[in-house]
Nanobody, 124 residues
């Protein structure tokens, strides 16, 4: 079992920044992690992913250059630094884990565990 708890969401003005955290516990060894988001009435979409070592990262085109995914040295916490936020970034952000699989993926179906999400709202 893996437990994921996101934090750091909130309300920010367009152009501002937020940092999200995802604290993982349980069977997290050798697991890639990803961030996804879902806006009301829309499907869940990929945002960013990182492999177990932290050396490989993937980003959605819509956030490339603005968002940065990273994980701490112990690998138990994954971060998403979001800069230059836009109103279209408004969504609930979810952290996900590929249990025992080191390689990241942009496909949500490849993730086994999900957190409850944290809301990010970007105002104009």
């Amino acid at each position: 079992q893996v437990q994921l708890v996101e934090s750091g969401g909130g309300l920010v003005q367009a152009g501002g920044s937020l940092s999200l955290s995802c604290a993982a516990s349980g069977r997290t060894y050798n697991s890639a992690m990803g961030w996804f988001r879902q806006a009301p009435g829309k499907e869940r979409e990929f945002v960013a992913a990182i492999n177990w070592s932290g050396a490989i990262t993937y980003y959605a085109d819509s956030v490339k250059g603005r968002f940065t995914i990273s994980r701490d040295g112990a690998k138990y916490t994954v971060y998403l630094r979001m800069n230059s936020l836009k109103p279209e970034d408004t969504a609930r952000y979810y952290c996900a884990s590929r249990s025992g699989v080191s390689n990241p993926s942009s496909n949500p179906a490849n993730y086994d565990y999900w957190g409850q999400g944290t809301q990010v709202t970007v105002s104009t």
